[in-house]
């Protein structure tokens, strides 16, 4: 459609072209015609302005030869009456007055009929120059007129040029409107296009975020349960390590005692020890170690292991009979605390130095 409308004011253009160069023929024609007859228009231009004058010098000479000839007829006239009266006076002599109005009337005819030839011949003379001025006057006119139909027609086209040109800058105009509107629109889809991708990408964001923020709680909390069954189990670590230190050095000194015993007093002696743990204590006589106190402070563990703070005490309970039937007891007390956080330490007790009281033990 483009190209077509394109052909067509091309050929629209050449024939505008082909019209404004005849205008110019014709206008270039109608200029050497014009500078033709100016020479001639000018000569009889000058020529009307100088009979004009002239014709105007005659009237006023006439009128002044007028006057003049009136005067002078006034002044004979006077000069005959006058004489007339004086001869009259002076003796009788014929009378002259008619003879006198005869030569008059016949002089008045003479200059009135040279007067009219003269009359006439100025007319004439105006009537041939003004028929010739009319006629210079009717080729201006007409050669103005030309140049005006000329100029006429050479603004007609011109319009019509400049109509075509507008016609095409307007189609040019709507071209371009439309392209930039079907860019607009692409570029507004586009950008819709982009904000519905931003807002996805937003939603895949904080949804990522909210996926990475429960990532680190559960992070968080794993460490949190990694820090405390760690401590959980270097505190029993340390409390297993702490009974069976104990359990060795209860086990050595009874049977030290017992041994010492067997000799002096013939086996006349009974061991007791007994274990517990968070308060709970169990009893036995000839050295045996209570497995019940025992069980009972495992399960107390199993127990409390998943508190975040853990407080164990191991009461050991040591029995001894005397040469003189008395009982003689020993009491160890151990206390271990056990926090949840990474930077806590286990305070622990040691146990102090077993005392046998009597004289038979030489302690």
Request: aromatic fraction near 4%; include cysteine; hydrophobic fraction near 40%.
């Amino acid at each position: 459609m483009a190209v077509g409308a394109k052909e067509a004011m091309a050929g629209q253009l050449e024939m505008l072209k082909a019209k404004y160069e005849e205008a110019v023929e014709l206008r270039k024609k109608a200029e050497m015609e014009i500078e033709a007859f100016r020479p001639d228009v000018d000569a009889a231009t000058s020529a009307r302005i100088a009979l004009e004058k002239q014709l105007e010098n005659l009237e006023v000479e006439i009128l002044f030869l007028q006057r003049v000839h009136k005067e002078e007829i006034d002044e004979l006239m006077k000069q005959i009456y006058k004489a007339s009266a004086t001869v009259g006076a002076s003796f009788d002599v014929p009378d002259l007055s008619a003879a006198l109005k005869q030569v008059q009337q016949e002089y008045d005819c003479i200059a009135a009929k040279n007067l009219q030839e003269m009359d006439a011949w100025y007319k004439t003379k105006f009537d041939d120059l003004s028929s010739a001025s009319t006629k210079h006057v009717d080729q201006v006119r007409s050669v103005r007129e030309q140049i005006a139909g000329a100029k006429k027609d050479n603004k007609e086209r011109d319009l019509e040029a400049l109509k075509t040109k507008n016609e095409a800058l307007e189609a040019q105009i709507r071209e371009a409107q439309e392209k930039y509107k079907k860019e607009l629109e692409d570029l507004q889809a586009r950008i819709e296009s982009l904000q519905l991708e931003l807002k996805s990408t937003k939603q895949k964001i904080a949804l990522h975020l909210r996926e990475y923020q429960d990532l680190l709680n559960i992070k968080m909390a794993l460490e949190i349960e990694i820090t405390t069954y760690r401590k959980l189990i270097e505190g029993e670590d340390l409390r297993l390590t702490g009974m069976v230190q104990s359990l060795s050095l209860m086990s050595g000194g009874m049977s030290a005692l017992g041994a010492g015993m067997g000799v002096g007093m013939g086996g006349a002696m009974g061991v007791g020890m007994g274990v517990g743990l968070g308060g709970g204590m169990g009893v036995g006589l000839g050295g045996r170690i209570a497995g019940q106190g025992q069980m009972g402070a495992i399960e107390s563990y199993s127990s409390e292991q998943a508190v975040e703070t853990t407080e164990r005490k191991t009461v050991l309970i040591r029995t001894v009979k005397a040469e003189d039937d008395t009982m003689q007891s020993d009491t160890q007390e151990r206390t271990i605390t056990i926090s949840g956080a990474a930077d806590d330490t286990d305070e622990e007790t040691p146990p102090p130095r077993p005392r046998l009281h009597g004289p038979s033990l030489g302690l």
